[in-house]
């Protein structure tokens, strides 16, 4: 037993002074940081929001049909906004098409305008058509804040015509909301055993932090353990190693010194959100959110501690079986390449899925063990599961985990003393067949 500490405790010490470990640390430390303060740092180069000048042709009265709708509609109404993003700027009427195009070509050229808005004909149906005419491409915020305005003014010329009160309009036009509660089933139906939205919005961003976390533990703790077991093996320390500490030992020790190291990892990157979170812009943004996390519900954070920690400790044993099969970096990502692709793809389905929590790829891929550390994790904060299908799916995991404990133990006694090419499967089970664990 002594010997399994004092490798965790060289794992720990060779990874935690390394050079290439803090250089990481430090530079992803510092991109975090960056990246909880880009609003912030937005907002000291944005000059204010920025107002858009749309010109038009001004049309006399006399030509126009009643109730038509012209850019001084649409001077009016953006006037009337609080906040407009656009300032309609008429123009005089040349007497042609030809002078008014270039008037407004001209004004787009002094910087005047952005861009101008080109009626035609007008028509019964009151809105004659339209082009919105600039030199840049896809100007959708423009055109789509236009298409609204008219259709606002089209709206209230409607309802004037039929006759009603201004009251009746507001009445007309004013939002219904709908409240909605998650209900629970199992619970014997009602609210009492579903979840509210803040419940669930707050399970949400738990579940997310949660399952980048495992997905980083996962990715870094898997290439650190195989690299570092391949390295030992390219440099014939392993040879040493072995005549001291016995190679399930060594196989234990790596897993759990790598555990801490990630776990050192994690922490300095949550302190550091933390310190981010905590300074007075941020601070200030959170409480618009109006996160409350006492919602969060005590049971959920077990499940997560249970899936995080069985589920690093699967993925782990497997890279640490991978890394004794190779000899030589080079071939490490090769070799590593399949289990990177499973815990991209458990990741993937958690992520994708949700706002989809209740689809069947999700059911059936939370009693996958391999994928269960991430989607069960998803079903449990935003659905109700019964508790047989999370014991299930524990047990399951569990499991597979005793599987591949014992597989990769008898691989990796196996491969840490076979050099040279990688072996064949034909090989390995060969050669597992003459140790015993």
């Not at 703790?221 to 014939?236: D, F, H, N, V, Y």
């Not at 063990?369 to 904060?381: Q, W």
Request: net charge neutral.
């Amino acid at each position: 037993m002594n010997s399994l500490w004092t490798v965790v405790g060289f794992t720990i010490k060779n990874k935690i002074k390394g050079k290439a470990f803090l250089i990481t640390t430090l530079i992803i430390a510092i991109v975090l940081s960056i990246g909880a303060n880009v609003p912030y740092i937005i907002t000291q180069f944005d000059k204010g929001e920025k107002i858009t000048n749309v010109g038009y042709i001004q049309v006399a009265g006399g030509e126009l049909a009643a109730g038509a709708v012209t850019g001084d509609s649409l001077k009016a109404y953006f006037e009337g906004q609080e906040k407009s993003t656009i300032k309609m700027i008429p123009f005089k009427d040349q007497g042609s098409v030809e002078a008014n195009e270039t008037q407004l070509k001209d004004a787009i050229e002094a910087k005047d305008i952005k861009g101008y808005l080109d009626f035609e004909k007008q028509s019964d149906s009151v809105f004659p058509k339209m082009t919105y005419k600039s030199e840049k491409l896809m100007e959708f915020s423009i055109t789509g804040n236009l298409q609204f305005a008219l259709e606002k003014i089209r709206q209230d010329d409607v309802l004037k015509n039929v006759g009603l009160t201004p009251e009746q309009q507001n009445l007309l036009n004013a939002p219904i909301k709908i409240e909605t509660v998650q209900i629970s089933s199992a619970s014997g139906g009602g609210e009492a055993g579903g979840k509210t939205p803040e419940e669930q919005g707050v399970n949400m961003g738990l579940i997310y932090v949660i399952l980048f976390f495992l997905f980083m533990a996962i990715m870094i703790s898997g290439q650190l353990i195989a690299s570092e077991i391949t390295a030992e093996k390219s440099s014939r320390v392993m040879e040493i190693l072995i005549t001291s500490v016995s190679p399930l030992k060594s196989m234990f020790g790596k897993i759990f010194g790598m555990f801490v190291v990630v776990l050192c990892q994690v922490a300095v990157y949550a302190i550091v959100i933390f310190i981010n979170a905590s300074l007075p812009h941020n601070k200030e943004t959170l409480k618009t959110f109006d996160i409350d996390l006492s919602l969060i519900d005590p049971a959920l954070l077990i499940y997560a501690v249970l899936f995080f920690l069985t589920g690093f400790f699967l993925f782990a044993t497997l890279y640490a079986a991978v890394g004794s099969i190779v000899s030589r970096t080079e071939d490490l990502g090769q070799a590593t390449m399949p289990m990177t692709i499973i815990s991209l793809a458990g990741f993937y389905i958690a992520i994708f899925s949700l706002s989809n929590p209740d689809s069947m790829l999700v059911k059936v891929s939370s009693f996958i063990p391999l994928f269960s550390p991430f989607v069960m994790m998803l079903r449990l904060g935003l659905t109700d599961v019964p508790l047989w299908e999370v014991l299930l799916s524990f047990g399951l995991l569990l499991a597979m985990i005793y599987i591949a404990v014992y597989t990769s133990a008898k691989i990796y006694r196996t491969g840490v003393l076979m050099y040279g090419k990688r072996p064949s499967w034909k090989e390995i089970r060969k050669a597992m067949k003459a140790y015993k664990i």
